[in-house]
């Protein structure tokens, strides 16, 4: 497992920028299932692991959904043109996975009872 930024799709599937030489991608092309664990902004908060199917998608066809994953996490690009062309230079490609599996959502932290004043 490795960490990653995603996205989520209008589907409501997760979208994950990387390179095709990485490992998970290798992996996920010769087993093509995922599951992610998912956390929250602040440490110690929820997390929920994800699983289902991962779809790989190399350049030119990944572009359309790069800049998808793009907007799920940073809104407009002042420049799409300019974005298009770095993920080609960059050579990514784009994981898609289709969430079928989830839960159960955990709270995260320490146990009440190491947290609890003893005075």
Same mark, same amino acid.
């Given at each position: ?9 209008? /589907?409501?599937? =997760? ?25 929250? /902004?602040?440490?110690? /908060? ?5 699983? $289902? ?21 940073? $809104?407009?690009?002042? @420049?799409? @043109? ?5 993920? =080609?230079?960059? $050579? ?24 609890? /004043?003893?005075?």
């Amino acid at each position: 497992m490795s960490p990653v930024t995603i996205g989520v799709a209008a /589907d409501g599937s =997760v979208l994950i920028s990387s390179y095709p030489k990485r490992a998970k991608v290798h992996n996920l092309r010769s087993r093509p299932q995922a599951s992610l664990c998912v956390l929250s /902004d602040s440490f110690g /908060d929820a997390w929920v692991q994800v699983s $289902g199917p991962a779809t790989v998608t190399d350049l030119p066809e990944a572009l359309d959904g790069l800049v998808d994953y793009f907007r799920s996490i940073s $809104g407009e690009h002042p @420049d799409w @043109d300019e974005y298009r062309r770095a993920m =080609v230079t960059q $050579g990514k490609v784009l994981v898609r996975v289709e969430i079928q599996q989830w839960g159960p959502v955990s709270r995260g932290g320490f146990p009440a009872r190491l947290t609890e /004043d003893d005075e």
